[in-house]
């Protein structure tokens, strides 16, 4: 046990989920007031301005932060306190709670996800990885998976489209992008070792899965001190439009076209490729990933 956490910055995404759980946030602050604690409550719909106003509210020195939404608030939050020492709680509300779901948080029940962040106030933390992405100018951390191939594209299709909402607007970019799914020619130096290949997927994860279930790294451990590197080298559409389904179950890892490797540093660069961190659009590559490891403490 510890003491208790008396002061919460809440940082709340309205539209979590398209908008279908827009209660999940007042009703976090609502129960977190009723246990006693002072609530620092910031909601924007806008992320770059929820993120600033977020900022603002930590500075004033509070025990911890709880971000309401999904993958994307919890990337959020993990850019504001990695390497601080300041905890973060999560409610998993969103279309995506991949991190949450890793923490053995629950993901589908609202009043659940309070209690157990309510029970998390009063105990010590659980310290976890994180990784560290170096893009140009730029650095910024993820907690569960950066993409950059086939699943990259699909969230980048998918955030140009207005309909439909929900998952389906996910189901239609895929189908789309596999009309024109081909292989990427990459070069990576994982760990200092250069290779080149050419691959439909590239992958570095921190947690098993991303994008709401699909298992892309079924052994990876958020407090392992490594990042699993996740390669589909090429094969043809029709045989990779067979095989997608079996990530979902984590049943993927034994494909002769499959390779996972632990490394601590990876550099990913390719020509027209986007990449996007925990649903999040990080640009074009190239990247480097480099794992931290217990630069997180997380209230799970």
């Known amino acids: 046990m510890t003491a208790s956490r008396r002061t919460v910055v809440v940082a709340v995404n309205p539209m979590a989920a398209f908008g ?19 609530v620092i409550a910031v909601e924007q719909a806008n992320r770059e301005l929820l993120r600033r106003e977020t900022a603002k509210a930590l500075a004033d020195g509070p025990d911890a932060l709880v971000v309401v939404g999904g993958d994307g608030m919890a990337s959020l939050g993990i850019d504001l306190v990695a390497e601080t020492g300041l905890p973060l709680g999560i409610v998993a509300s969103g279309t995506g709670n991949d991190l949450a779901d890793g923490l053995g948080l629950p993901v589908d029940d609202t009043e659940a996800a309070i209690d157990r962040l309510l029970e998390a106030l009063d105990m010590a933390p659980r310290v976890i ?5 170096r893009h140009g100018e730029l650095t910024t951390w993820f907690g569960c998976v950066l993409s950059a191939g086939f699943d990259a594209r699909v969230n980048e299709r998918a955030n140009l489209m207005t309909r439909p909402r929900g998952r389906g607007r996910y189901v239609l970019a895929m189908l789309r992008e596999l009309a024109t799914l081909r292989p990427r020619r990459y070069r990576i130096v994982a760990d200092g070792e250069p290779m080149e290949l050419e691959a439909m997927l590239v992958s570095v994860a921190n947690n098993p899965s991303l994008g709401g ?5 079924p052994d990876a451990r958020l407090d392992d001190g490594r990042l699993d590197l996740f390669v589909v080298a090429r094969m043809s559409r029709l045989r990779f439009l067979r095989l997608f389904p079996r990530v979902f179950a984590g049943t993927h890892t034994d494909l002769p076209e499959v390779t996972l490797r632990r490394v601590s540093t990876v550099r990913i660069e390719a020509d027209d490729v986007i990449v996007y961190a925990d649903g999040e659009r990080i640009g074009p590559l190239p990247v480097e990933v480099t794992v931290v490891p217990a630069a997180l403490r997380v209230l799970a």
């Open 20 to 38: 279908h759980r827009r209660d999940a946030g007042p009703r976090t602050v609502e129960r977190l007031r009723a246990s006693g604690r002072t």
């Open 129 to 133: 990885d994180a990784a560290r992405i």
């Open 213 to 217: 279930g699909m298992r892309i790294a």
